[in-house]
C-alpha cells in the first residue's frame, strides 16, 4: 500500500505557527475522518497527538491542532516551543485490506 | 497506568525466524484491537498488522504478508508476532500498540517502548 504524503522536513522560530500536511487518496484520507497525528522524539516512542482528525487526547497542549481538506489533513502548531522539535507522523484508516497507512513522517526543526 | 511491554526481539540471520511478544497491563486487553508498528532505521513509521479484540478480524501490510502472523491471548494479557522468513528489510523497532477503532477512534493511544530486530548475517 502506499504511504501518505507528507514534507520531509518543515522548520520555524520559537512562537511561531506551522503546519504539516498529509495527502492522501480517496480510499483513506478523503472518505474518513479517521486521521491521527503522531509525535516521536529520537529514540521514543510515538505519542499519539490527535485523532479522528481534530480531537486532542488529554494531556496534549492545545497549541496542537488538526483540520483536513478533502484528501488532505494538516497538523498545525501554534506558538512553537524547542519541545516541539520531533518528527511528525500522519496516519489513516484505508479502505484497502490493510487497515492503515503511515505518511512518510515530516521532521520539524525549532530554529 | 497503562502498560505494554515488548519483548522476544534480537539479531537472526536472513530466512529466520523470532517471535515477539507483548505483555499488557492496566486495562483489559480483551476490549482493544491491537496493532504493531515498526520503525526501520533511516526510516518512517511503517503500520505492519491489526487484530481485533477477539482475534475475529486480522490485517497485514502487504510487506509481511504470508510471512507474519498476529495473535493474541486475551487470558494472559499477551500479543504476538509471529515472523517467519526474515528478510533484511525487516529490521526495525517493533512497537504494539493499543487500538481505538472498536470505540470509533482511530487512534494508536498507548505505544510500548519498542524491540529492536536486527536481521544480518
Known amino acids: 500500500q502506499s504511504a501518505l504524503t507528507q514534507p520531509a522536513s518543515v522548520s520555524g522560530s520559537p512562537g511561531q505557527s506551522i503546519t504539516i500536511s498529509c495527502t492522501g487518496t480517496?480510499?483513506?484520507?478523503?472518505?474518513?475522518?479517521?486521521v491521527s497525528w503522531y509525535q516521536q522524539h529520537p529514540g521514543k516512542a510515538p505519542k499519539l497527538m490527535i485523532y479522528?482528525?481534530?480531537n486532542r487526547p488529554s494531556g496534549v497542549p492545545d497549541r496542537f491542532s488538526g483540520s483536513k481538506s478533502g484528501n488532505t489533513a494538516s497538523l498545525t502548531i501554534s506558538g512553537l516551543q524547542a519541545e516541539d522539535e520531533a518528527d511528525y507522523y500522519c496516519?489513516?484508516?484505508?479502505?484497502?485490506?490493510?487497515?492503515?497507512?503511515f505518511g512518510g513522517g515530516t521532521k520539524l526543526t525549532v530554529l | 497506568e497503562v502498560q505494554l511491554v515488548e519483548s522476544g526481539g534480537g539479531l537472526v540471520q536472513p530466512g529466520g525466524s523470532l517471535r515477539l511478544s507483548c505483555a499488557a497491563s492496566?486495562?483489559?486487553?480483551?476490549?482493544?484491537?491491537m496493532t504493531w508498528v515498526r520503525h526501520g532505521p533511516g526510516k518512517g513509521l511503517e503500520w505492519v498488522s491489526y487484530?481485533?479484540?477477539?482475534?475475529?478480524?486480522?490485517y497485514y501490510a502487504d510487506s509481511v504478508k504470508g510471512r507474519f502472523t498476529i495473535s493474541r491471548d486475551n487470558a494472559k494479557n499477551s500479543l504476538h508476532l509471529q515472523m517467519n522468513s526474515l528478510r533484511d528489510e525487516d529490521t526495525a523497532v517493533y512497537y504494539c500498540?493499543?487500538?481505538?477503532?472498536?470505540?470509533?477512534?482511530?487512534?494508536?493511544?498507548?505505544w510500548g517502548q519498542g524491540t529492536l530486530v536486527t536481521v544480518s548475517s
Open positions: 500498540a493499543r487500538d481505538r477503532i472498536e470505540y470509533g477512534d482511530h487512534a494508536l493511544d498507548y
Open positions: 479522528d482528525v481534530t
Open positions: 492496566g486495562f483489559t486487553l480483551s476490549y482493544y484491537s
Open positions: 480517496t480510499s483513506d484520507i478523503e472518505s474518513y475522518n479517521y
Open positions: 496516519s489513516s484508516y484505508t479502505s484497502s485490506n490493510t487497515h492503515c497507512v
Open positions: 487484530i481485533s479484540s477477539s482475534s475475529t478480524t486480522i
